[in-house]
């Protein structure tokens, strides 16, 4: 016997933990295809299991997330938000863009710029051509993902919320 050796504890966040990983294994053999947290929470909601799961309800209908819960080198292509861009004669402008890289070694990652379509801040369109590496810092704040609107031939990206834009 070892009277001296330090052993983890237990207590019931193990058993919880150990529950949603078993749960989600049983899922994922069915057939559900869980690769995040959204999914592992959607696909999960509605069970027995709704009690032990933290809403994120409340990050999903926030106008921003903060950008300091999420590190520069786990920043993946298609996150939105607001970059902070300089011109020549030092003003600064701020533009609503979409990652299409990850953070590179030098700190930059390759972003897709937005245009507004009108003036309430909350719809906009994808401007293909204006592509640019910026540094990570001067992406300002991280916005949820757009609603995708059709009409016809164009392609809008409606917010629930106006971001705070300063184009050009």
Same mark, same amino acid.
Do not use: W
């Given at each position: 016997?070892e009277?001296? $050796?330090? $052993?983890? $504890? ?5 058993? @919880?933990g *150990? ?7 049983e /899922?994922?053999? #069915?057939? %559900?295809d869980?690769?995040d947290?959204s ?7 509605g069970?027995t299991l709704?009690n032990?799961?933290? %809403? =994120?309800? !409340? @990050? ?6 903060d950008?300091? &819960?999420?590190?520069?080198s /786990?920043t ?7 970059? /902070? @861009?300089? %011109?020549?004669k !030092?003003i600064?402008?701020?533009?609503? *863009?979409?990652t299409? %890289?990850e ?5 930059? @990652?390759? =972003?897709?710029?937005?245009? #507004?379509?009108d003036d ?7 401007v293909?051509?204006d =592509?640019s590496?910026e540094p990570y810092? &001067? ?5 949820? &993902?757009? &609603?995708i609107?059709?009409? *016809? /031939? $164009? ?9 705070n834009?300063?184009e050009?």
């Open positions: 016997m009277f001296f $050796r330090s $052993r983890p $504890r237990k207590c019931t966040a193990d058993g @919880v *150990g529950y949603l990983n078993r749960t989600a294994d /899922k994922m053999a #069915t057939g %559900s869980i690769c947290a999914t592992f929470y959607h696909t999960l909601h069970s709704s032990f799961i933290p %809403s =994120i309800s !409340n @990050v999903e209908d926030r106008k921003l997330i950008k300091g &819960n999420i590190h520069p /786990k993946p292509e298609g996150v939105h938000g607001l970059v /902070k @861009v300089s %011109s020549v !030092n600064h402008y701020t533009y609503l *863009g979409v299409k %890289s953070v590179h070694e030098g700190g930059e @990652v390759k =972003i897709m710029f937005y245009k #507004t379509v309430t801040g909350r719809r906009f369109k994808q293909e051509t =592509i590496y810092d &001067n992406i300002l704040e991280i916005v949820p &993902n757009p &609603n609107i059709e009409k *016809g /031939k $164009r392609i809008y990206f409606d917010f629930d919320e106006p971001l834009v300063f050009k």
